[in-house]
């Protein structure tokens, strides 16, 4: 079996390594690449000095394409450009047509700043210089992507904002350098297995039982939010053991499956929805208005999602939701009853055919023997009846929330898809 290209992937940034941020890129790209055939080799974030990220480079260098984020801005600091050319051997040369380009959007900046463009006349020069023999693949603002041949390597730098580099991503892969890498990386085929509610350990023994990875099939699980993500990676030949053990997954966890494409559980819930041309709302306590972000955070969760309630307060949950005082007096507002009348209360205020609530005590204090931190109650209610759920999350605050929020979304899928 011939080689498979690799790919490094370099990150810069300061305020990354310094934790200020967190790298959005870097696991983008590897995706990307993985995606495209490529064997993703490495992920380095590095900071903005040039020693550093001369070094980094360099090491990239070595891969058949290296992929770099960030540093193509105009200031003193956006050091991404001269440092590849110095690390590729190439002089640097201003790029007279993409200097053009970047000073007519510099100018429009310029007018609706009202500031006078001699201001930026240096950043323009700097972005239009690139390594001798590169290449623009366009503009995210006033930064060029580029691409550049070397000896043995494409090096391609995008911006650093994860969406000006996503924006210029298809330019690059549509780029001839790039895809004469690409042409060498053979067809890989991939299975997709999602789980929720089994533990990562039985996922494993699921897998090893089944024969384990190997011979042309890499396996890997990750553990996100009580789901377990199972991925096949598939080598051409071993088409026959990967659906073996695909099928071997399904029939020992088929209980715990949801999907087996590459969907969050959001996006499930609003298909479910759309499906039975049913709307949506949410009452939510602890975690805040996660679960609605976590829907509209969607394109086109409007036509199915409609609102939610946060009710942090007793007070709230009665007045806004209707629950009766009573209840909460006498269950409290962590407790089966209280989501339960928050569902109800939801899907009535708001006009909807399907509610979930969420209420829990997500710490780190406001526990108690009886009811401890991480103590959550889940119910969703719909035109076919109710779910509800009790769960006990392990973590801190943010875990709890993150948990609860998942396991709120689950629900709702199990309330639509049972029979």
């Not at 109800?344 to 979930?356: I, M, Q």
Request: aromatic letters at 4%; a negative charge; proline letters at 5%.
């Amino acid at each position: 079996m011939s080689r498979r290209p690799r790919a490094a992937i370099v990150v810069t940034g300061s305020e990354l390594v310094r934790g200020e941020r967190e790298d959005r890129n870097g696991p983008f790209l590897a995706a990307e690449v993985l995606r495209l055939g490529l064997e993703p080799e490495r992920i380095t974030i590095v900071g903005d000095r040039p020693a550093d990220l001369e070094r980094a480079l360099a090491d990239g260098l070595v891969a058949d394409i290296c992929l770099v984020s960030g540093g193509l801005g105009p200031t003193h600091d956006d050091r991404t450009i001269e440092v590849i050319a110095k690390a590729a051997g190439r002089k640097l040369v201003v790029d007279e047509a993409l200097e053009s380009e970047i000073a007519e959007v510099s100018r429009m900046i310029a007018e609706r700043l009202r500031r006078p463009y001699s201001e930026f006349t240096v950043g323009v020069r700097k972005q239009a210089t690139l390594p001798e023999g590169a290449t623009s693949l366009g503009l995210a603002g006033t930064a060029p992507g580029v691409v550049l041949e070397t000896d043995g390597c494409v090096v391609v730098a995008l911006p650093g904002p994860p969406r000006e580099l996503r924006r210029l991503w298809p330019r690059a892969v549509e780029s001839e350098p790039v895809r004469r890498v690409l042409e060498r990386a053979p067809a890989r085929g991939r299975y997709v297995l999602r789980f929720f509610g089994t533990p990562e350990s039985a996922v494993a023994q699921a897998l090893a039982d089944a024969g384990g990875d190997g011979d042309g099939v890499e396996a890997t699980i990750c553990a996100r939010e009580f789901e377990i993500h199972v991925d096949l990676v598939v080598e051409p030949g071993a088409e026959e053991r990967a659906a073996a053990l695909a099928g071997a997954l399904r029939e020992s966890l088929g209980r715990y499956l949801f999907t087996e494409d590459e969907r969050s559980i959001a996006e499930i819930v609003l298909d479910l929805c759309r499906e039975r041309r049913l709307t949506l709302a949410t009452a939510e306590s602890c975690t805040g208005g996660l679960v609605a972000a976590r829907l509209t955070s969607v394109a086109g969760s409007s036509d199915v999602f409609r609102g939610s309630l946060v009710a942090y307060s007793d007070d709230l949950k009665e007045r806004e939701l209707g629950v009766p005082r009573e209840l909460l007096g006498s269950h409290g507002a962590v407790s089966a009853e209280a989501a339960q009348a928050m569902a109800r209360g939801a899907r009535d205020r708001l006009g909807t055919d399907v509610a979930v609530s969420v209420t829990g005590i997500a710490g780190p204090n406001g526990g108690t023997e009886e009811k401890p931190v991480g103590l959550v109650f889940l119910s969703a209610v719909g035109p076919d009846g109710e779910e509800a759920r009790r769960i006990d999350l392990p973590g801190d605050r943010d875990m709890v929330r993150g948990r609860a929020t998942a396991a709120a979304l689950h629900l709702v899928r199990r309330l639509l898809t049972q029979t």
